[in-house]
């Protein structure tokens, strides 16, 4: 590396050092600050999931259950992976400033975030319970359960590692896809950093590197802290399971 | 308000489809370049880090777990944590999209060799095989299936992917989502017909490779033991 | 046991010469405190099939497999025709050594054929040397030549470990070493897959050495048998009809179990036992003729022949006077057996068919006939006297 641009790299650096440690961008009551922009990202990204949960978590319970829409639930990643993220995002856009039906800012957004998580968390609960031991689900049938009972008491708490492991994994793309929507509306939380900073060309490049860093790091944060959640949720006697289901179900989808 | 104005045009127009037949074409082939370039690149580096993971089985937990870390980091930010290094460019794109194939090939890579039972490799050992060569043409075809299933997940997540890119001016069919996008008024059917495109892509490829795991394993498909 | 004390002399390969040499080999597994092989010596006679046996963590399949170096020993040294197997690199030890497993370890993803062809492939033989080759040894270990290009998916468990037989002996290698190659087939599939390997090595001459931990393989199997105690110690080391008649130790008695005499009809031949010629007369006797034979045998039947053959039997009441022993409906004999059978196979049969007698027969041929008395005889080794031949071919229901 040559010592001009050695000397440019340091010079981003402490730019972008600088940018990141002034006091203005971590004032809590401005509309383009740091904790705003962190919040609005949250803020985004758990509704999406929790709709994506509400809709697909009952429904993959239910059908694994009952033994019934295999095919549907092996191939709904697949065919879930295949849509591009910023493709869905511009589209729910689009259709939100055609309808009317929801503001331009945060529904098209969450929505389509939510359609990205519907997959992961819908077939990792289905492969969940099916994957349930037999024998212990026979076993509770033949002491008295009734259907409802083992479901609610046999197989969701035994499926519960994996299903939580599964929204993990579709809370954090929902996270890292959040910032994609920057490029759309004025949501986007942390990805408004980069997007504007993008746009400003070479003097933007500061504003670039922060905002990704945060990014980064609100991303890595938020996948340790559901860590954190998912052991005080689960029963004691699966919580070992979590870490296993966790490294065997990483890989969802990227953002 | 963008609202009003973008609902002057229908969501697809055939007609702009049909006369821009050489633009779309050469888009698919832009991001069908990115997605080979993006996987191949990954996959010489994922089994250069799986033979390390299978060598040195303590290095497997780390691999996994930088793979793990590259993979969660959003894509956005890894265009930018990388743009002061390697600057705008193909380069850059396809770096940053080499990263979300490590996890998905290096898992894949070591799951497969693991699958391959004991007892077959005994019989290799037993007959004289020395490494390189049991390596070659015992574990490596027998973990092909679970290899190449790894390859359709990252080929169709990459492909997704590629359309961020269109943030630093590549993109493939990305770059015709935001040009929709970025039109005034939007123009809907360069967004819908990016998307589509993209997916029919994904799908395309994922069938392509499934075809090739299927002429690569024929040993699989015959099971009629008594 | 001098052949456990005789030191191999390279170079002077008289037929004498033990095939192979277990000299003082010991392996320790990191981690556990006592040995799983503790300085064993052995030697494995040219021709013979060497049979290791013994209860669980006796070392038995961890010494098969440091002969072809699977497992490389910790001391000791093992020598395959006086030459020290660690003279070589592993890979072309083992191209020398064929091996069969117990999950024979076909490679799924290659033929039939393929599979048979390995060895000769690594050694680099030509094409159509290979095909010749793959083609013989599927006749001889009786698999249609049609198999040769399936997958082993799609063969069953037993055609599974037959083709693991043919790719061990692909390459003619002098020596073969099959660890517990039957004990996962079922039990009527192991009768077979033993009996072919007999007849194999009748017509191949191989070295073998075989893990098993079911004695009743070992006796049946082995023109030597090697007992292994826990800890690798060689507790007993001779041909299986020594090793029942004069156990070494308690372990060995122990190991052979309550059965030994029983055990020990399984080493002989219905055909090789004294048999005698029985109640029978030929066709054209006369009924009169007959009843004498009976008499004189002390039994209430006669047995009628055909030239060679025996036809059947009747009781001495139903013969008329007058007529042709042959002229009388006769009965069938219960239990016919080849002369080939064992005494234990054919004592088996005499009481699973609740019956006294055996027919013993090669081909069509009558050879004698065979009393449950007699094999008691044997069992209890008393040697006292004729035994009583009160018996019938019938069971008692076929009086009344």
Sequence with gaps: MGAAEDGAVRQLAGDTLTWLTDPGRWDVTSVAGIPFRTLQHLGVSVSAILLACVLAVPLALHLAHRRRAEALASSVVNIGRAIPSFGLIVLFWLLATRTGWVGTQFWPLVLALTALALPPVFTNTYTAVREVDAATVEAARGMGYTEAQVLRRIELPLASPVILAGIRIAFVQVVATTAIGAIVTNGGGLGRYVVDGFARGVAGRPTVLAGALLLATLTLLADGAFGLVERLLLPDGVRDDARRADVANRVGAAG | MTGVLAQARPLLEWDWVGRNGELLWELTRQHLYFTGMAVGIGLAISLALSVVALRWRATLTPILGFGSVLYTIPSLALFALLLPVLGIGDALAITALVTYTILILVRNIVAGIDGVPREVIEAADGMGYRPARRFLEIELPLAMPVVVAGLRIASVTVIGLVTVTALIGRGGLGALILRGFRTLPPFPTMIVVGTLLSVVLAITVDLLLLGVERALTPWARRKTAP | ?400
């Design chain 3, 1 to 400: 046991m001098p052949e456990t004390t005789a030191a191999p002399v390279a170079g002077t390969a008289t037929p004498t010469d033990p095939m192979i040499a277990l000299r003082g080999l010991t392996k320790a597994f990191d981690g556990q405190d006592r040995p799983a092989v503790d300085h064993l010596d052995l030697d494995v006679p040219r021709g013979e099939i060497v049979v290791l046996v013994g209860p669980s963590g006796c070392g038995k399949t961890t010494t098969l497999k440091m002969i072809n170096r699977i497992i490389e020993p910790t001391s000791g040294e093992v020598f395959i025709d006086g030459q020290p197997t660690s003279a070589r690199p592993a890979h072309e030890l083992r191209r020398d050594l064929g091996y069969v497993i117990q999950q024979v370890g076909l490679f799924p993803h290659k033929t039939i054929a393929q599979n048979i062809a390995t060895v000769p492939r690594l050694l680099g033989w030509d094409r159509d040397r290979i095909r010749a080759r793959t083609a013989e040894l599927l006749e001889r270990v009786d698999l249609e030549p049609e198999l040769a290009s399936r997958y082993p998916s799609e063969l069953s468990g037993g055609q599974r470990q037959r083709v693991g037989v043919a790719r061990a002996l692909a390459a003619d290698p002098p020596v073969l070493l099959m660890d517990e190659p039957y004990g996962a087939v079922d039990p009527l599939v192991r009768g077979r897959l033993q009996d072919q390997l007999l007849e194999l090595q009748r017509e191949l001459g191989k070295t073998i050495v075989f893990v098993t931990h079911d004695i009743d393989e070992a006796i049946k199997l082995g023109d030597r048998i090697a007992i292994l105690n826990v800890g690798g110690v060689l507790e007993q080391y001779a041909p299986p009809a020594e090793i029942l008649r004069e156990p070494a130790n308690d372990f060995v008695r122990s190991f052979l179990g309550a059965e030994r005499a029983l055990k020990q009809l399984s080493l002989q031949a219905v055909g090789d036992a004294e048999l005698v010629r029985g109640p029978v007369v030929a066709a054209d006797e006369s009924a009169t003729a007959a009843r004498s034979v009976a008499q004189a045998e002390g039994v209430d039947w006669v047995g009628v022949l055909d030239g060679e053959r025996l036809r059947g039997w009747l009781w001495t009441d139903d013969l008329e006077d007058g007529r042709r022993v042959g002229d009388h409906a006769t009965r069938d004999f219960r239990v016919m057996v080849d002369h080939a059978t064992s005494l234990r196979g054919a004592l088996d049969a005499i009481v699973t068919s609740r019956n006294q007698v055996a027919v013993v027969v090669d081909d069509d041929r009558y050879r004698g006939m065979l009393f449950i008395e007699d094999v008691a005889r044997r069992l209890t080794l008393s040697g006292g006297g004729r035994a009583n031949r009160r018996a019938t071919p019938a069971v008692s229901e076929d009086r009344a």
